[in-house]
Every structure is written in structure tokens, then in C-alpha cells.
């Protein structure tokens, strides 16, 4: 079998657009089988870490809880294409407005960059939230894992 190109790594997550989607993968405690899930807003915390919500009902939640290693796909505007392989834990159990998401903190042991010369990502992953009041909370929840960032660099 041939040799495959390694993608390369890169050593600091760049700044990606505020509304970008990212994609969650989670692995199953007992099989191991992956869970993909889109992630609205990560936050960039610093250079190695990255902050997302995650609904309180959801499976993503508990899986990430029994088997912590995870990995995030973000592709957005300004050409960001990486996935970061790493350690997911759980920073706030209740977020804003109404604790129905917990935040959660991903600890990159590999930030993989995935742009190509022959290709530029232009626009990424986006949504249009049609419900006011949840681009409100939603708007919460980042406004308070952007505050946790802010203070874990401070």
C-alpha cells in the first residue's frame, strides 16, 4: 500500500467568522461508533482551546462525558479548513438564558489544516436562525463562553 500524505499540523487555531458551524464528532462508549452533530458559534478560547454549547437532552453530551476524546470539523469564511482531535470536558453545566445547554471546553492535542492550493473555502457551514428568540439565547450562550475565554487569558 502506498504511503499517504499526513495533512499538516498546524501549532495555534486561526480566528474563524463568529457564526461559523462547526461539525462534532463523539464516539460511543460501548461500540465506539462516531456521532456527528452540527455545532453552532464555537468560540476560539485561545491558541489550543475552543469553546461550544451543547443541549443538556442530547446524546453528544453524554457521550463526550464517557468518552472524552473528540473531534471538531470547522470550515468557514476567510479560508479556515482544520479539524482538532483532543479532549472535550465540561466547563458550565447551565449556560444562559435558561441552563438548557452546558458549555464545554476542547483541549486540541492536533489541530490538522486541511486548506489546499488548488482551493480556497470562501464561505463555511452557515444557519439562518428563524426563531428571534433563540438567536437571542444563542447569542447568550457565546456572549458567555466569549466572557470564560476572556478570562482564562486575563
Do not use: C
Amino acid at each position: 500500500m502506498a504511503e499517504l500524505d499526513q495533512h499538516p499540523e498546524l501549532d495555534v487555531l486561526p480566528e474563524w467568522p463568529r457564526e461559523t458551524v462547526a461539525v462534532l464528532v463523539t464516539l460511543d462508549a460501548d461500540s465506539g461508533a462516531p456521532h456527528v452533530i452540527p455545532v453552532s458559534w464555537p468560540v476560539r478560547a485561545d491558541d489550543r482551546r475552543i469553546l461550544i454549547s451543547l443541549r443538556q437532552n442530547r446524546g453528544s453530551l453524554a457521550r463526550l462525558r464517557e468518552r472524552p476524546g473528540v473531534a471538531l470539523l470547522i470550515v468557514g469564511g476567510g479560508d479556515i479548513a482544520l479539524s482538532v482531535h483532543g479532549t472535550a470536558t465540561v466547563i458550565r453545566e447551565k449556560l444562559a438564558p435558561d441552563g438548557e445547554y452546558a458549555g464545554v471546553q476542547i483541549v486540541a492535542d492536533t489541530i490538522e489544516d486541511h486548506r489546499q492550493g488548488a482551493f480556497a473555502v470562501a464561505d463555511g457551514i452557515r444557519r439562518t436562525v428563524l426563531d428571534p428568540g433563540e438567536l437571542a439565547a444563542l447569542e447568550q450562550r457565546v456572549a458567555e463562553l466569549t466572557e470564560y475565554a476572556a478570562n482564562l487569558n486575563s
